[in-house]
């Protein structure tokens, strides 16, 4: 069984930053393509930036250009998700995702974490 793990969400400033991390227990990290998606309530899911397998390529929504930077270690079967000069409307909570060999364009994700709450006060 997969489990994907966020942690780093929490209360911030605007203007402030905060890393998220997801933790995975996938075989063969290095195999999929891992991204954050992010709902906010009464709203649809959202998504917000993802990172090839090997980390060479990258992809973000146009909210997320600029402010927010995604990565990840494979030895530590992680990835992250750098977000500054945040606003409030990146109150949410963000999810994170992995797709085994999938386009880092691509919307459809195979396993989902539980999420982790971003709040952010103006």
């Known amino acids: 069984q997969v489990h994907l793990v966020e942690s780093g969400g929490g209360l911030a400033q605007a203007g402030e930053s905060l890393r998220l991390s997801c933790k995975s227990s996938?075989?063969?990290?290095?195999?999929?393509?891992m991204a954050w998606f992010r709902q906010a309530p009464g709203k649809e899911r959202e998504f917000v930036a993802a990172i090839s397998g090997s980390g060479g390529n990258t992809y973000y929504a146009d909210s997320a250009k600029g402010r927010f930077t995604i990565s990840r270690d494979n030895v530590k079967n992680t990835a992250y998700l750098d977000m500054s000069s945040l606003k409030p409307e990146d109150t949410a909570a963000y999810l994170c995702?992995?797709?085994?060999?999938?386009?880092?364009?691509?919307?459809?994700?195979?396993?989902w974490g539980q999420g982790t709450q971003v709040t952010v006060s103006s």
């Open positions: 996938l075989r063969s990290n290095d195999f999929y393509t």
């Open positions: 995702a992995a797709q085994k060999l999938g386009a880092v364009t691509s919307t459809t994700y195979g396993y």
